[in-house]
């Protein structure tokens, strides 16, 4: 089972809490206490390396794949590179400051299709980004893009690669989520800047529909799934230290997923991370007495409510 490190203590954190909130929050008093530990670690290995970061941009790593099966055939050779070019570009480049951030992996899918002018080439595409827990899934793509031309960093507005930032960021500020209760807002805020940005271009279609999705995530249901997820998380980093306590901040965070599904059935990222963590919960839960759990997921998930009533059962 994968576990994440949890993001280091912030002094917003450092506050006495009573009884029943501590009961109901993310374990802070923990951070403040893990604080002393990681300062000490830190002194003692000043000068040294060896537990380093990894550097910041081998943070996200990409794998890119291009459909080129609508494309006529005489101009398949000059996309035939697209999608190492896309690949370079993400990989090479520093997307995430924070240094306790580990290295994930995302993927894009680009389906191609040939929209030239008299002037230029231009790709119509349908595009997948996807990230450990998320996909996102866009048919309304359009840029303008030459068979030697290279994806860089410039001063200038560049259509493809303004939608490459975007879902990138997406996919960061996703997985930040996982470090701390809305850790990942500025990247969803550098996403709806470069929205902003785009909105005034020449190539707007396919925008509109994007801030559709930037109000969605910007939005209070969203705000209350992103916040589960700390509860999620941080019960999955002190699941082998404190396997009760890890339970409970689990089922907690079960407990908010379903509000949340309840409030907005539309709601894909819930459902997808569902999808992503189902088994992952019905691990940490077998042989455990309380039922909860396994009782939530059938409401919230009946597609595979035959699996959840068999762990029940072997409960």
């Known amino acids: 089972m994968k576990t994440i490190s949890r993001k280091p203590l912030l002094s917003r954190d450092c506050k006495v809490f009573t009884s029943m909130e501590m009961k109901h929050m993310p374990a802070i ?31 996200v790593r990409a794998k890119v794949t291009t459909i080129l099966d609508k494309l006529p055939d ?11 070019k896309v690949e370079k570009y993400i990989n090479n480049k520093t997307w995430i400051e924070e240094d306790y951030v580990l290295p994930f992996k995302i993927g894009f899918q680009f389906f191609l299709e040939y929209r ?12 997948i980004a996807s990230g450990p827990d998320i996909q996102y899934y866009d048919k309304r793509a359009i840029f303008p893009f030459q068979q030697n031309e290279m994806i860089q960093e410039s001063g200038e507005y560049v259509p493809v690669r303004a939608l490459i930032d975007f879902y990138v960021n997406l996919l960061i500020g996703n997985e930040l989520d996982k470090y701390g209760a809305l850790e990942g807002t500025k990247y969803f805020e550098k996403a709806r800047a470069i929205l902003q940005e785009a909105k005034f271009s020449q190539f707007v ?40 306590q890890a339970r409970d901040y689990i089922k907690q965070a079960l407990v908010r997923l379903e509000a949340v599904r309840k409030e907005n059935k539309d709601n894909l990222a819930a459902k997808q991370f569902v999808d992503a963590h189902y088994q992952e919960v019905l ?19 009946p597609e595979r409510e035959k699996i959840y009533e068999e762990q029940m059962g072997a409960n």
């Open 205 to 244: 279609f396919g925008w509109d529909y994007r801030e559709d999705d930037m109000l969605e995530i910007f939005s209070e249901n969203y705000k209350k799934f992103r916040e589960l997820k700390d509860y999620y998380f941080y019960g999955l980093s002190v699941l082998n230290e404190e396997p009760a």
């Open 74 to 84: 005489e101009f398949k050779p000059r996309m035939a590179e697209f999608d190492q």
């Open 116 to 127: 030239p002018t008299s002037t230029e080439d231009r790709y119509q595409c349908s595009l």
């Open 29 to 59: 008093f923990s951070r403040c206490r893990a604080f002393i530990a990681v300062l000490l670690l830190s002194l003692i290995a000043a000068g040294h390396t060896a537990n380093a970061a990894p550097p910041r941009d081998a943070r």
């Open 283 to 301: 691990d940490i839960f077998k042989g455990s007495k309380d039922l909860t759990p396994f009782q939530i997921l059938i409401r919230i998930d």
